[in-house]
T-cell receptor
Framework: EAAVTQSPRSKVAVTGGKVTLSCHQT?????MYWYRQDTGHGLRLIHY???????EKGDIPDGYKASRPSQENFSLILELASLSQTAVYFC???????????FGPGTRLTVL | QQNVQQSPESLIVPEGARTSLNCTFSDSASQYFWWYRQHSGKAPKALMSIFSNGEKEEGRFTIHLNKASLHFSLHIRDSQPSDSALYLCAVSMGNTGKLTFGDGTVLTVKP
């Protein structure tokens, strides 16, 4: 079974502060993704990457940056956290552009 | 931009029932179609996928795809309480791996 881990698992941040969410995969997958999920809703793609040192904007990139320093690691950065960014954030990885995406356990972020 | 809609929003069925979940998409160039299942407080996990028109069966689960109608569906035979979860459909254009998800259907199977 593919393994994707996220840290921290939960975080409380203050409005205007900087937040970094980390994702690590041991699957040797090229593709990695960051999604957010708001209560009772589906997933929306924030950023993704298909190769180290390169990231692409997803459907809702405003207010977020991403970094892919290696094949295994993919970070999501909120430079100035806002109340509207309170959500659960999921990282995922896949072997190619049509393969199953394997999700991490999620990070619950609360911005106060 | 791709628009993916699911129906119904929620569904309560008795144990043993046949359950049908629906998903419509807007872009006729879509190539890959997925159903993910998410139990409460857990990560989504892929359930089934289909890449061409028709039907695919895996155990109690069957997926139908009709690209001309911009519609695909998931059917669960002999629903179990353990099937209670949020079901998410997702569509990919294929070239980037990007998935567009629907908002989900909450399924509750009553013992």
């Amino acid at each position: 079974e593919a393994a994707v881990t996220q840290s921290p698992r939960s975080k409380v941040a203050v409005t205007g502060g900087k937040v970094t969410l980390s994702c690590h995969q041991t699957n040797n997958h090229d593709y990695m993704y960051w999604y957010r999920q708001d209560t009772g809703h589906g997933l929306r793609l924030i950023h993704y990457s298909y190769v180290a040192d390169s990231t692409e904007k997803g459907d809702i990139p405003d207010g977020y940056k991403a970094s892919r320093p290696s094949q295994e690691n993919f970070s999501l950065i909120l430079e100035l956290a806002s109340l509207s960014q309170t959500a659960v954030y999921f990282c995922a990885s896949s072997d190619n552009n049509y393969a199953e995406q394997f999700f991490g356990p999620g990070t619950r972020l609360t911005v106060l | 931009q791709q628009n993916v809609q699911q129906s119904p929003e929620s569904l309560i069925v008795p144990e043993g029932a046949r359950t049908s979940l629906n998903c419509t998409f807007s872009d006729s160039a879509s190539q890959y179609f997925w159903w993910y299942r998410q139990h409460s407080g857990k990560a989504p996990k892929a359930l089934m996928s289909i890449f061409s028109n028709g039907e695919k069966e895996e155990g109690r689960f069957t997926i139908h795809l009709n690209k001309a109608s911009l519609h695909f569906s998931l059917h669960i035979r002999d629903s179990q309480p353990s099937d209670s979860a949020l079901y998410l459909c997702a569509v990919s254009m294929g070239n980037t791996g990007k998935l567009t998800f629907g908002d989900g259907t909450v399924l509750t199977v009553k013992p």
